[in-house]
């Protein structure tokens, strides 16, 4: 199994810290690190201040919202990082929330599923090299080809709901899961493998972000807490944890509940589930969990708040593995 890190966006850190968590999970050894994007910095111009500040580390941008970017946009972005840091580059793709999409940058919220499955068409033929000529429900560009192709990038795919799920499972190289349990991560592998097989296609990999802190103290259990209450209310992470049994929780985010407030109520059970929180002997038996249930990868979004750049919990993983 394949174990990666994920740039955690804080609220309550410096910016900068991005850089320091690219180092550390340089120095411990591990392969890659994926580059998101929030309210702090352009995807783009992170991945590649990284690239140059920590060389050798492979980088995967996104998920982004393919309803704020076009495929031409995603295609030189990515061309753009690769050609100026010389490393690795894949990306993943998203549908995000209407919040972000009409509510941020006053686009059209709009069959997220469809935009996505178009989008990797698209981006597919810009990576080989083609010029585009494309006419979808959602997405289209004529006339546009990259100076320097791509056809190695590789392509993963957020998936929340059941229908971003059977595009990921018939179209993208990887599957993307955030803040999900173990057998959510079991339920989800069952679809991808008959989604794929369906589709007469290997199934791609399937990659979990779990948030993790190394023996936490108080200090990081809120913060793992705070983080978690920006999920409540947005569609499909919401649904998951009226699965879980927590719909009182989302009723109170959707109904407007502060972040702060909603924070003190996130019970311990429930870090615990979507957590990877503890010691070593924890981490390792955590990261076995959801191996055995069909993770190819576990991307692991370090808590800072005790760990300042993340090093004694990205230590404790490459250890846990190993």
């Given at each position: 199994?394949?174990?990666?890190?994920?740039?955690?966006?804080?609220?309550?850190?410096?910016?900068?810290?991005?850089?320091?968590?690219?180092?550390?999970?340089?120095?411990?050894?591990?392969?890659?690190?994926?580059?998101?994007?929030?309210?702090?910095?352009?995807?783009?111009?992170?991945?590649?201040?990284?690239?140059?500040?920590?060389?050798?580390?492979?980088?995967?941008?996104?998920?982004?919202?393919?309803?704020?970017?076009?495929?031409?946009?995603?295609?030189?972005?990515i061309s753009s990082v690769a050609a100026l840091t010389g490393t690795a580059v894949d990306i993943a793709l998203g549908a995000s929330s209407p919040m972000i999409v009409a509510g941020w940058h006053d686009r059209e919220w709009a069959q997220p599923?469809?935009?996505?499955?178009?989008?990797?068409?698209?981006?597919?033929?810009?990576?080989?090299?083609?010029?585009s000529d494309y006419d979808g429900g959602q997405v289209r560009t004529h006339g546009f080809r990259l100076r320097r192709p791509r056809p190695e990038t590789r392509i993963a795919v957020g998936a929340f709901g059941p229908a971003i799920t059977r595009?990921?499972?018939?179209?993208?190289?990887?599957?993307?899961?955030?803040?999900?349990?173990?057998?959510?991560?079991?339920?989800?592998?069952?679809?991808?493998?008959?989604?794929?097989?369906?589709?007469?296609?290997?199934?791609?990999?399937?990659?979990?972000?779990?948030?993790?802190?190394?023996?936490?103290?108080?200090?990081?259990?809120?913060?793992?807490?705070?983080?978690?209450?920006?999920?409540?209310?947005?569609?499909?992470?919401?649904?998951?944890?009226?699965?879980?049994?927590?719909?009182?929780?989302?009723?109170?985010?959707?109904?407007?509940?502060?972040?702060?407030?909603?924070?003190?109520?996130?019970?311990?059970?429930?870090?615990?589930?979507?957590?990877?929180?503890?010691?070593?002997?924890?981490?390792?038996?955590?990261?076995?969990?959801?191996?055995?249930?069909?993770?190819?990868?576990?991307?692991?979004?370090?808590?800072?708040?005790?760990?300042?750049?993340?090093?004694?919990?990205?230590?404790?993983?490459?250890?846990?593995?190993?």
């Amino acid at each position: 199994m394949r174990v990666e890190a994920v740039l955690p966006f804080w609220l309550d850190r410096p910016d900068e810290e991005a850089l320091d968590i690219a180092q550390s999970a340089r120095d411990v050894g591990l392969g890659a690190l994926w580059v998101g994007e929030m309210v702090t910095y352009d995807a783009f111009a992170l991945a590649t201040a990284i690239g140059h500040r920590v060389p050798g580390l492979a980088l995967r941008l996104g998920p982004l919202a393919v309803g704020v970017r076009s495929p031409v946009t995603l295609a030189l972005g990515i061309s753009s990082v690769a050609a100026l840091t010389g490393t690795a580059v894949d990306i993943a793709l998203g549908a995000s929330s209407p919040m972000i999409v009409a509510g941020w940058h006053d686009r059209e919220w709009a069959q997220p599923a469809a935009r996505v499955s178009e989008t990797i068409d698209c981006l597919r033929s810009l990576f080989a090299g083609e010029r585009s000529d494309y006419d979808g429900g959602q997405v289209r560009t004529h006339g546009f080809r990259l100076r320097r192709p791509r056809p190695e990038t590789r392509i993963a795919v957020g998936a929340f709901g059941p229908a971003i799920t059977r595009v990921a499972a018939r179209h993208a190289d990887e599957v993307v899961l955030n803040l999900v349990p173990p057998q959510r991560v079991a339920q989800v592998r069952a679809i991808i493998d008959r989604e794929a097989a369906n589709a007469g296609r290997t199934p791609p990999a399937l990659t979990v972000w779990v948030p993790a802190a190394y023996q936490p103290g108080a200090a990081a259990l809120r913060q793992l807490a705070a983080q978690l209450a920006v999920y409540l209310a947005p569609p499909g992470y919401g649904e998951m944890f009226c699965e879980l049994g927590y719909g009182e929780l989302v009723q109170r985010a959707r109904a407007g509940a502060g972040r702060r407030e909603l924070a003190d109520r996130i019970p311990a059970d429930l870090l615990d589930q979507i957590c990877l929180a503890g010691t070593t002997e924890h981490i390792a038996a955590g990261l076995r969990a959801y191996h055995e249930a069909g993770a190819d990868c576990v991307a692991v979004v370090p808590c800072t708040a005790e760990d300042p750049g993340g090093r004694a919990i990205l230590t404790a993983v490459t250890e846990a593995r190993a």
